[in-house]
């Protein structure tokens, strides 16, 4: 008790350089001198840290929901890396369809937005072999139809309905890459990616795209061909 009472004598000038034995000297002396009041402020202060660095949670709502096309209730153990294996997306994909970063708080019961693929239903009209062959040759120009020809067999077999690619991004007789081109795509009135499936309208797209490529087959180039 007689060190404490020296301690509390000694608050209003410099830090105590006595009492080596006592651990808590400074710890007490703050408590003693400075009030509670000042306490308070630091577990207030305290308070407001932790709650800055922690976690934020996650909406349960993705910002993107408009243009998401299936949704996954948030399951326990689910993560977001987990989830992006397990819908084959890459952790950035994921995060960004939902708005969300790395630290984002994810709680079961959260709707979790795993494709924004866009739903596509075949047209019911079928085409023979020889009528896309004949359409192909309809719209591209002379010089280049048998190209033409020769990328559209290799894509899709002359299968107007054919979707494939990484997680079916590609449309057509063409596989026309709709996320990647619909942007200049809705300015020649393609609109949704159901459109592509239509071989004429997908053979105008392609030659559009060959177009604004410098008349080049760049878009369908492979490490053998690249005329």
Not at 20 to 47: D, E, H, N
Request: hydrophobic share 40%.
């Amino acid at each position: 008790m007689a060190e404490w009472g020296a301690l509390l004598r000694r608050c209003s000038g410099k830090p105590d350089r006595g009492f080596k034995s006592l651990p808590l000297r400074q710890p007490m002396r703050y408590l003693y001198c400075f009030g509670r009041k000042r306490v308070a402020a630091a577990v207030a202060i305290t308070l407001a840290i932790t709650f800055a660095i922690a976690p934020v949670p996650f909406s349960g709502s993705p910002a993107s929901a408009a243009a998401c096309t299936r949704q996954h209730s948030a399951k326990p153990n689910d993560s977001w890396s987990r989830l992006a294996a397990r819908f084959e997306l890459s952790l950035r994909e994921l995060l960004a369809m939902n708005s969300a970063s790395a630290s984002t708080a994810m709680f079961i019961g959260d709707t979790i937005c795993v494709s924004q693929q866009p739903t596509v239903t075949k047209p019911t009209e079928t085409y023979t072999r020889r009528q896309v062959v004949a359409i192909i040759r309809e719209v591209w120009p002379d010089e280049h139809e048998e190209n033409a020809l020769l990328v559209a067999r290799r894509e899709s077999q002359y299968v107007p309905t054919a979707v494939g690619g990484t997680r079916n991004c590609c449309y057509g007789l063409f596989q026309m890459y709709w996320s990647v081109h619909r942007s200049w795509l809705a300015k020649s009135g393609i609109t949704a990616a159901s459109q592509l499936l239509d071989p004429r309208t997908n053979a105008e797209a392609a030659l559009a795209l060959f177009r604004r490529n410098g008349n080049s087959w760049r878009p369908w180039w492979t490490s053998s061909w690249r005329p």
